[in-house]
Nanobody, 117 residues
Framework: QVQLVESGGGLVQAGGSLRLSCAAS????????FGWYRRPPGKERELVAT???????NYAEFAEGRFTISRDNAENTVFLQMNSLRPEDTAVYYC???????????WGQGTQVTVSS
């Protein structure tokens, strides 16, 4: 079964940077999409960025220019580099995985990111 484990969250000051990692296991097929989502306190989960097997990316407007999603296919790992962090970026960040042409999403446990002013 697919399992996703996030790491790299923590407490940072506004303007700082953080790099999140997601290690995937149990992946047996190619052509998939990794994603990062986040859930701010008291809000619904929202998309941050996605990346395909070939490296095509999409970003939410709030992430564009500040966040960068990347992946290492050889190690089945996806990253989220976050720069110029703001207090409103405070949230639990989740890693997601799905195979192309599938509506079945897999989720990690989440990692807390807190940005202080």
């Amino acid at each position: 079964q697919v399992q996703l484990v996030e790491s790299g969250g923590g407490l940072v000051q506004a303007g700082g940077s953080l790099r999140l990692s997601c290690a995937a296991s149990g992946i047996t097929r190619t052509n998939n999409v990794f994603g990062w989502y986040r859930r701010p306190p008291g809000k619904e989960r929202e998309l941050v960025a996605t990346i395909t097997t070939r490296g095509n990316t999409n970003y939410a407007e709030f992430a564009e220019g500040r966040f960068t999603i990347s992946r290492d296919n050889a190690e089945n790992t996806v990253f989220l580099q976050m720069n110029s962090l703001r207090p409103e970026d405070t949230a639990v960040y989740y890693c997601s995985f799905r195979r192309l042409y599938s509506d079945d999403y897999y989720w990690g446990q989440g990692t807390q990111v807190t940005v202080s002013s």
